[in-house]
């Protein structure tokens, strides 16, 4: 375990993990990108030379509570 802390109860320990992106031509896990999201003629993201980082998810064990990180790659 980890001494990450759980925001939500307190709880020190959080099981570590990761948000899945099960869409098309996904990698499979979501990543974070810089900016607020703008949408393209199509309704897709646009997010073309925007920074991406990779988004590390810990779970609190006790009330459920997920803490986000973004880190590069
Ligand atoms: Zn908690």
Same mark, same amino acid.
């Given at each position: 375990m980890n001494q990450i802390k759980c $925001? %939500?109860? /307190? $709880?020190?320990g959080l099981e570590p993990g990761f948000i899945e992106? *099960? /869409? %098309? !031509? *996904?990698? !499979?896990y979501a990543r974070w990108i810089a900016g607020p999201l703008e949408r393209g003629i199509f309704g897709g993201a646009k997010r073309l030379g925007r920074p991406r980082l990779r988004i590390d998810s810990f779970r609190c064990p006790h009330c459920g509570h997920l803490e986000l990180f973004a880190q590069p790659e």
């Amino acid at each position: 375990m980890n001494q990450i802390k759980c $925001t %939500q109860c /307190g $709880t020190i320990g959080l099981e570590p993990g990761f948000i899945e992106d *099960a /869409g %098309q !031509g *996904a990698y !499979g896990y979501a990543r974070w990108i810089a900016g607020p999201l703008e949408r393209g003629i199509f309704g897709g993201a646009k997010r073309l030379g925007r920074p991406r980082l990779r988004i590390d998810s810990f779970r609190c064990p006790h009330c459920g509570h997920l803490e986000l990180f973004a880190q590069p790659e």
